[in-house]
């Protein structure tokens, strides 16, 4: 078991991937967003969303990265986990943006704000101009919500604060779910981890 425990915590801090799986059961803070995505109009949540880890049976409070792809509630998943300080630049500034910002989010404006400034990162859009990239924030909507396209643009400037990591949720086949982003957790949370890993691979081996 102490090998075992000693792993967890390396394979996530290395930035290796790590498998598991997810359940989607509701939304949080946040609200509905009006936006065109590669040119489409669309209408989204935006904000928090909460899961169930279904092997440690903790609660996961986290955000998408993933427009392409829905979800509804009681949905479970396989996602491999990893860091997005090990990705691609988009995913990198994206993690940086929200492991920057996420305790921030109180109330649902901050928390729409901050999945817009997610979703302008990982889709290449400069959100302070709204262009470029695969994602735009519909013109009407920004009229409409002022205060949370601006909160949502310090966020998105937030990256240029320096590099931070985020865990990245990519779901494994990658149309089974929707991707999301999380924070990497406390090293004390890390040995919970493990220890309920551990706890389901003891398990498995007296079946």
């Not at 989607?24 to 009006?34: K, Q």
């Not at 949905?75 to 995913?91: G, I």
């Not at 729409?112 to 695969?134: E, F, H, K, P």
């Not at 090293?187 to 706890?199: E, H, K, M, R």
């Amino acid at each position: 078991m102490k090998k075992t425990l000693a792993l967890i915590p390396f394979l996530l801090v290395s930035g290796l991937s790590m498998a598991g799986q997810i359940r989607f059961d509701n939304s949080g803070r946040g609200m509905s967003v009006d936006y065109k995505f590669f040119g489409n109009y669309k209408s989204s949540f935006a904000g928090e969303l909460h899961f169930t880890d279904l092997v440690t049976a903790a609660s996961l409070n986290l955000m998408c990265a993933d427009i392409e792809h829905q979800i509804s509630g009681g949905q479970s998943y396989l996602v491999n986990v990893r860091h997005t300080l090990a990705m691609s630049q988009n995913y990198k500034d994206a993690g940086t943006v929200y492991a920057r910002s996420y305790q921030s989010v109180v109330d649902d404006a901050t928390g729409a704000a901050l999945q817009i400034a997610v979703w302008a990162r990982v889709y290449g859009t400069n959100l302070a101009t709204n262009s470029g990239g695969d994602f735009q924030l519909d013109n009407a909507w920004i009229a409409n919500n002022t205060s949370v396209y601006q909160q949502a643009v310090v966020f998105f400037n937030s990256k240029n604060l320096g590099p931070r990591d985020a865990l990245y949720y990519e779901p494994n086949p990658s149309d089974s779910g929707q991707a999301q982003l999380g924070p990497v957790p406390e090293p004390a949370s890390l040995l919970v981890l493990g220890a309920g890993l551990a706890a389901l691979a003891r398990r498995r081996r007296k079946v």
